[in-house]
């Protein structure tokens, strides 16, 4: 059974920072681009950063640009994503997404498998 999990979240102050993570079971993550999303209550979901399946390349939001690090370690089929200088419109349900596909896919309809979210909140 193919699954993504995410781990990480949580309540910060605005300016501080958290570090998701994104296990993958059931599949060799490694051969997937990875994605970060999230969605706030009465929202779309919106895309966050992307990962080339090897790591050699990424693409952010304009939102987060600077702020945000996505990363991946695939001897432990593992991604992540960074997350500094937070502020509270950062705060939503994050999920990441896998495919198996090349490039730096940003569209939800794109990715193949999700997790179930982790909750970020963050107070002004």
């Known amino acids: 059974q193919v699954q993504l999990v995410e781990s990480g979240g949580g309540l910060v102050q605005a300016g501080g920072s958290l570090r998701l993570s994104c296990a993958g079971s059931?599949?060799?993550?490694?051969?997937?681009?990875v994605g970060w999303f999230r969605q706030s209550p009465g929202k779309e979901r919106v895309f966050v950063a992307a990962i080339t399946w090897n790591g050699g390349s990424t693409t952010y939001a304009d939102a987060v640009k600077g702020r945000f690090t996505i990363s991946r370690d695939n001897t432990k089929n593992m991604a992540y994503l960074q997350m500094n200088s937070l502020k509270p419109e950062d705060a939503a349900v994050y999920y990441c997404?896998?495919?198996?596909?090349?490039?730096?896919?940003?569209?939800?309809?794109?990715?193949?498998?999700w997790g179930q979210g982790t909750q970020v909140s963050v107070s002004s």
């Open positions: 997404a896998a495919v198996g596909r090349s490039g730096l896919p940003v569209m939800p309809s794109h990715y193949s498998y």
């Open positions: 059931g599949l060799a993550l490694s051969v997937y681009a």
